[in-house]
């Protein structure tokens, strides 16, 4: 049976703020804070509980090997020699924000009726370019069935990002669909991640229907407001796209042109009069989980700092008192996640496909996750201090506790 699938990344126990990705406000903001390893990588597994009680089926990605110390020899450097700033690259826990992880096409979608993936480069970010391979290694383990095809990233100097500038419209997920890649030219101050020649490469891998397949500029000044992925401004599941105003740099000329392919969409566009660009990114109004329930109606998961900001709420009240497509909106707790940028959406890879084919070591239920809960709690590091990196006993922690996982999941082939 075809259904949608969430793969949330666990948050690793190198989890920390070191403020490596201009055009995160989020990121930059909390440059230097004491991070809560234990606490975010629980309100992760709280999240995807939650999503299991909804009815929704929940996969997860492990945490990639920290300190990458294969990536710092690369570099002519190692943990003892290395900037702070590299070393700080080689620490990151970025990972856990698996909607970067690949871009996925349904078998739907594509020519030879197989589901496709494409592991993202991530190459416009130090601290992300050498996630790939790790992140390919899982995709290869979780979906080596033949259903699926898995690629190897598209090459520099072409950036991408995976998911978190990728869309789907379709009449009911196992139904073939319009794709919809999004792209950056300018964000001021800030880089644009996604380049078109990755999105149309992407298109190309996956064989899909060039009439089917649609690539649409994403606004420049979101990106300089900090909407770095477009997912930060524009959501979509089945027939519905919701989106900010502002999201895309063609306004009327992006509608029309996800109208013509898909007549059935239903736009749900949030004007820049209720909820302003700076309240959106804020909030992670868009960054959020827009997903079918079983009973067919729409549900929007959205981080609590939606609920905090008064114009956020305020037009999703509206909107529901109003009968429009979101019916429900559950508030999360991803606290952790969001002061580095990163809200419900971030956390999560979709995959159109039958359960049965995916190894079920990656399938959450409710004991895998006890299990899980477990290791957190009793290996993660409760916090992370900026200084913490230089520590090798620190190291040593991290490494462990990742182990101590992997081994609680039966994939020690990962290690």
Request: hydrophobic share 45%; glycine share 6%.
């Amino acid at each position: 049976m075809i259904r949608e699938i969430n793969f949330d990344g666990i948050i690793g126990p190198s989890h920390n703020y070191a403020g490596l990705s201009p055009g995160n406000i989020a990121s930059a903001t909390n440059k230097g804070a004491v991070s809560e390893p234990r606490a975010a990588a629980l309100q992760g597994i709280a999240k995807m509980r939650a999503n299991m009680d909804l009815g929704l089926v929940q996969g997860f990605f492990l945490p990639l090997d920290r300190p990458n110390q294969a990536w710092l020899q690369s570099l002519g450097t190692d943990l003892a020699h290395a900037e702070p700033h590299i070393r700080a690259a080689a620490f990151s826990a970025s990972s856990m924000w698996a909607a970067n992880a690949a871009t996925v096409s349904p078998a739907a979608d594509t020519k030879d009726g197989t589901c496709h993936l494409s592991v993202a480069n991530l190459v416009t970010m130090p601290h992300r370019s050498h996630e790939w391979r790790g992140t390919l290694a899982q995709l290869q383990l979780a979906f080596a069935d033949p259903a699926f095809t898995v690629h190897a990233p598209v090459p520099p100097p072409f950036g991408d990002e995976g998911a978190a500038n990728h869309m789907r419209l379709t009449s009911a997920h196992g139904e073939a669909g319009v794709e919809i890649f999004v792209y950056g030219v300018s964000g001021g101050a800030f880089p644009a991640r996604q380049h078109i020649e990755a999105s149309k490469a992407v298109a190309r891998l996956h064989g899909l229907t060039p009439g089917k397949t649609l690539f649409i500029q994403q606004s420049s000044r979101a990106i300089a407001a900090g909407a770095f992925h477009n997912d930060v401004v524009a959501v979509a599941n089945e027939n519905v796209l919701f989106t900010h105003e502002a999201a895309f740099e063609d306004r009327e000329g992006s509608y029309a042109a996800i109208r013509a392919a898909f007549p059935g969409v239903e736009i749900v566009e949030v004007p820049e009069s209720a909820v302003s660009l700076e309240d959106a990114i804020k909030s992670y109004l868009f960054n959020a989980q827009l997903v079918t329930l079983p009973d067919g109606s729409m549900a929007l998961i959205v981080p609590t700092e939606a609920r905090d900001t008064a114009s956020v709420w305020a037009w999703l009240e509206a909107h529901q008192a109003g009968n429009g497509p979101i019916r429900t909106v559950i508030p999360v707790d991803v606290r952790q996640s969001m002061a580095n940028g990163g809200g419900p959406a971030c956390l999560r890879l979709r995959v159109v496909c039958d359960p049965a084919h995916v190894d079920p070591r990656f399938i959450a239920t409710p004991e895998r996750l006890s299990r899980i809960e477990q290791v957190i709690a009793q290996h993660w590091p409760e916090t992370i201090a900026p200084d913490a990196l230089a520590d090798p006993a620190f190291v040593q922690k991290v490494q462990q506790a990742r182990l101590v996982l992997l081994e609680a999941t039966d994939l020690v082939s990962l290690a």
